[in-house]
Structure formats: C-alpha cells, structure tokens
C-alpha cells in the first residue's frame, strides 16, 4: 500500500500544518476552517497526480489547443462533522466531483472506552469509481475503516485514496490491515507518533470538530 507523508517536502502545506497546531492561532476558528480547506486542496492537487489523464482539444480565440486533463472526477466522501472544510477544499479542486457523506460518532462506555457508530450515509453508486475518503483525524483508524465499510453498500470502487490531515501511526497501521492493499492510497499531511488514553493524537492539534464548529 502506498503511503505518502506530504510534510517530508518543504511546501507552503507546512506552514498551513503549522497555523492549525498551534494553541494560540486555532482559537480562530475562521482561520482554523479556512487553513483546513487550504490544506485540503493542496490535498487534491497531490492526489490529482495519480489520477489517470487524457488529452483534451480546446478552441483558444487562435487556434486549437490540447491539454492533459483528468480522464475521471473522483467521488469525495467525507466523515462528518470535523470533515466538512477539508471536503470543501477538495471540490474546490475536483469540482465536478460527486460527493458523499458519512456520519461517524464515538459513543462511550466510560471515560476511556467507546464503539464508533455509522449513523447516517448518503453517497452516489461507487462501483468502477475512485473514491477520496476524506477525515482530518485519523486517530485509530476505526472511524475511517467503518466509514468505508458503509460506503461499499454502494458498490466496489476502482480505487480509494484515505486522506487525512494527521494520521496516528497505530491508525496507518490499522488502515494497512483494513483496505485493499492492491488499491489503497494513504494521503497525510503528517503522521505523529501516539495517542493518549482518550485516543487523541499526540501532539496532535486537539478536537478538530470543536475547533471547526464547537462552542467558545
Ligand atoms: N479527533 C480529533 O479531532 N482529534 C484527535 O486527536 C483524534 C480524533
């Protein structure tokens, strides 16, 4: 399965990553959304890479022109509610894309031990398509494996890009076990080393949800 870890590059992605760690500029929660979405259609244009193209004629006012372009538009499918701004950036860039949505929830036995829960899907067919599955935190992976699971009773897609802004490394591993090896693709701005005993990423950025849309 191939992985790749978008802050190995020196990029402006860094600087995004950067703004949305940080205790003091994330209590903005309109920077906070906005650099979400900014990393989400850095995201897209990487992924845009590996997407198959064809070559296109236009008509330019002199003459004709042909130009490369995507062969397909993926289906953007992302994991409510933290997901929203990152999925905003996506069609963004892929803006002919088909959308999903999928609800996933922690619902807790006691302080330290919950179930995740599919609570609502709503997607296209996805049979033959290239789905982008979309979550900021990829903290056990066990959202991200349910998530894709309630999406393949929509069909078998060709291929599946997991993108997340920061994945565990425990999460990565837990992906690993779960896709498809021969058609995965795991997309993360970074990968941190642990979670804490609520399965938050250490270090993390803290609730990505809250961050986005909680209370102040
Ligand atoms: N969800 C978040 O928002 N943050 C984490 O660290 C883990 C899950």
Redesign the pocket.
């Known amino acids: 399965m191939k992985i790749v870890e978008l802050n190995q590059s020196n990029t402006i992605l860094n600087r995004y990553l950067a703004e949305i760690r940080d205790i003091h500029i994330q209590k903005d929660s309109l920077r906070f959304r906005r650099n979400i979405e900014r990393i989400g259609e850095i995201m897209a244009y990487e992924i845009s890479r590996d997407l198959p193209y064809h070559p296109l004629e236009v008509q330019t006012p002199l003459a004709l022109a042909t130009e490369n372009v995507p062969a397909i538009q993926p289906v953007v499918a992302t994991i409510l509610r933290?997901g929203l701004p990152l999925h905003q950036g996506f069609i963004n860039y892929f803006d002919q894309a088909e959308n999903a949505f999928v609800s996933a929830f922690r619902k807790y036995i006691d302080e330290d031990h919950f179930d995740i829960h599919i609570e609502y899907i709503a997607s296209p067919r996805l049979d033959g398509k290239t789905l982008i599955i979309t979550d900021?935190?990829l903290?056990t992976g066990g959202s991200m494996e349910l998530a894709y699971k309630a999406l393949l009773t929509k069909g078998e897609p060709a291929h599946i890009h997991v993108a997340s802004i920061i994945a565990s490394r425990q999460a990565v591993e837990h992906v690993k076990k779960t896709f498809p090896a021969d058609k995965t693709t795991i997309w993360c701005a970074a990968v941190d080393p642990e979670l804490n005993a609520h399965?938050?990423?250490v270090p993390?950025?803290?609730?990505?949800?809250d961050l986005c849309y909680g209370e102040k």
């Open positions: 933290a900021p935190m903290a399965s938050y990423i993390g950025l803290g609730d990505a949800g």
